[in-house]
């Protein structure tokens, strides 16, 4: 039988599988503690206590690696020694070109990203809870009762018990949201959600062990901007129908763990696992179905940071497309504008990470500002000192798939 049909079929019995895995999930717990213990205070950090609590995300870790690993054996069994599929709607060739570690936007994204993610854990025991009146709009899950904000998550989630709230309340909860929305924009899921963070994580643990990820095509993301919208109106409407939307938010399944509060997994398990599994091969996977990344995307064109392009020095190459994990096209092709030397390509869907610009071997060709002010710009030394290889006589196009 063809090996794209088998590859097919394999995808439709996975994609049953969980379904009926997800549907069942709900009355046969994935994780449940004997005795449901739900604290005031995280338990003390490296203690018994913390480590048993810890046991939920452990399990989430160990199925999230059985399903990779599954996914590897099974691809290496089809293809066997023939050459992997490559391409825009196949599997990404391995980045055989080492990445170069050079001081710059990455590194201080990685440190940012690494302790808002401390913060949003672990922030309260620290520095109390006196912020707890600051909405961040992140995935930072309410569930965790030592937070150092609060998580605009919920009541997004929960717009009901929000309108039964105070005006003080409301107006906290706008306000926060709208500075955030003007000073930050999408910036909030590049650099500080804990979710987006998790799956840069996977996606990292991919490169360090030269798995090949996948890559998607235009019409898939096109699903999954459809699949957005279902999201969005499940994440709005839910409350009002008495449902809750933290049953199933992966965040809910991993965040007070870490924090030391023993909570029982359900379908959120699950659904932490496929969000794990899918941003392993293909970068911020769950980024693209985001509804609260959709709300804060609503707001790009107040936001002070922006996407600029230079389309006199862009030379059509396609590798920063290449590079978007949101797989934005306008990057690319856009060559229209007032001023095309500075064209705005920012889009809802950009989270400002900057991969296009780093990939991006054109000096100036795209940019980042803030307030008009470039922050991170393409500039090709760099890009040669990351990617160019040693021998500085062998070919280099700069085409070469240098798997996001
Ligand atoms: S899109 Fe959603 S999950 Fe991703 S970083 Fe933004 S808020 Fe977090
Ligand atoms: S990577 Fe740079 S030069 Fe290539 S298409 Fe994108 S903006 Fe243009
Ligand atoms: S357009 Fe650039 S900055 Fe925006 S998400 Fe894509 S790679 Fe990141």
């Known amino acids: 039988m063809n090996k794209k049909v088998i590859r097919k079929i394999l995808f439709a019995v996975f994609a049953v599988a969980l379904c009926a895995a997800a549907y069942f999930a709900a009355d046969i717990p994935f994780f449940q503690f004997d005795d449901y213990e739900y604290q005031d ?11 048993s609590a810890m046991l939920p995300f452990g399990i989430i870790l160990l199925v999230s690696a059985v399903c990779i690993a599954l996914d590897v054996l099974l691809r290496k069994l089809l293809y066997k020694k023939e050459k992997l599929p490559v391409g825009k709607t196949g599997i990404m060739a391995r980045d055989k070109r080492k990445k170069r570690l050079v001081f710059g936007f990455e590194t201080v994204r990685w440190i940012v990203m690494i302790l808002s993610f401390a913060l949003l854990i672990f922030g309260g025991r620290l520095f109390g809870t006196a912020f707890t009146n600051v909405h961040l709009p992140v995935f ?8 150092l904000t609060n998580a605009g998550c919920f009541y997004f989630s929960h717009l009901d018990a929000l309108f039964a709230e105070g005006w003080q309340e409301i107006l906290a909860f706008f306000g926060t949201f709208i500075v955030c929305a003007v000073l930050l924009g999408r910036v909030l899921c590049g650099f500080v959600c804990p979710l987006g963070f998790m799956q840069d994580v996977a996606h990292e643990a ?35 129908v008495g449902g809750n939307f933290c049953d199933f938010c992966p965040a809910a399944a991993v965040s007070p763990a870490l924090a030391g509060f023993k909570l029982s997994l359900g379908l959120n398990g699950f659904i932490m696992v496929i969000v794990l599994v899918s941003g392993f091969f293909k970068r911020r996977c769950f980024c693209n179905i985001c509804p609260l990344g959709f709300i804060l995307g609503l707001t790009h064109r107040i936001s002070l940071f922006k996407l600029k392009k230079n389309a006199v020095a862009c030379t059509e190459c396609g590798a920063c497309y290449e ?3 949101m797989g934005i096209k306008s990057i690319f092709t856009e060559r229209e504008g007032k001023d095309i030397r500075k064209i705005d ?8 990470c900057g991969e296009c610009v780093r990939r991006c071997p054109e000096n100036n060709a795209l940019a980042i500002t803030f307030c008009g ?5 393409a500039d090709r030394m760099k890009f040669m000192k990351q990617y160019a290889p040693k021998d500085k006589y062998a070919p280099f196009s700069g085409k070469e798939d240098l798997d996001g």
């Open 140 to 147: 930072a899950c309410p569930y965790n009762l030592d937070q």
């Open 206 to 240: 991919r490169q360090v062990l030269h798995i090949e990820g996948i890559s998607l095509n235009e019409k898939l993301y096109a699903v999954l901007r459809l699949v957005k919208w279902v999201m969005l109106i499940i994440f709005l409407g839910i409350g009002f």
């Open 373 to 377: 002010k470039k922050i991170y710009n």
């Open 345 to 352: 390509v920012t889009t809802s869907e950009c989270i400002l």
């Open 323 to 325: 590079a978007c994990p």
């Open 41 to 51: 205070k995280g338990a003390a950090l490296f203690s018994t206590q913390w480590l």
